[in-house]
């Protein structure tokens, strides 16, 4: 299994932006890559999600607003938050699945121990 640490959390204001980071101590090419987040009294739920061979998906509540890439070479993922709402605020997990689905936290084995984000109002 890959070990994931996430960086690039913090305070924004409304509308701002930020650039999540979640780099792997092993090779990330097979991996399906996903981000998650889990805000106070919550469960985690899907933000978005890059499968091994190719396309990305993202939650409704995120669409046009967040971009998901990865770079394997790199062993790293990003996650490009734009027009950030109070609603974000969470702190945001990488994961790494070998599974075939990616919407449930269940579908990764790895994750990171997350990065806060607070979007202030």
């Known amino acids: 299994q890959v070990q994931l640490v996430e960086s690039g959390g913090g305070l924004v204001q409304v509308g701002g932006s930020l650039r999540l980071s979640c780099a792997a101590s092993g090779r990330t090419f097979l991996y399906t890559m996903g981000w998650f987040r889990q805000a106070p009294g919550k469960e985690r739920e899907f933000v978005s999600a890059?499968?091994?061979?190719?396309?990305?998906t993202y939650a409704d509540s995120v669409k046009g607003r967040f971009t998901m890439s990865r770079d394997d070479a790199k062993n790293t993922v990003y996650l490009q938050m734009s027009s950030l709402k109070p609603e974000d605020s969470a702190v945001y997990y990488c994961?790494?699945?070998?599974?075939?689905?990616?919407?449930?936290?269940?579908?990764?084995?790895?994750w990171g121990p997350g990065t806060q984000v607070t979007v202030s109002s």
């Open positions: 890059m499968p091994w061979n190719g396309g990305r």
């Open positions: 994961g790494a699945g070998l599974r075939s689905g990616w919407f449930k936290a269940t579908d990764f084995d790895s």
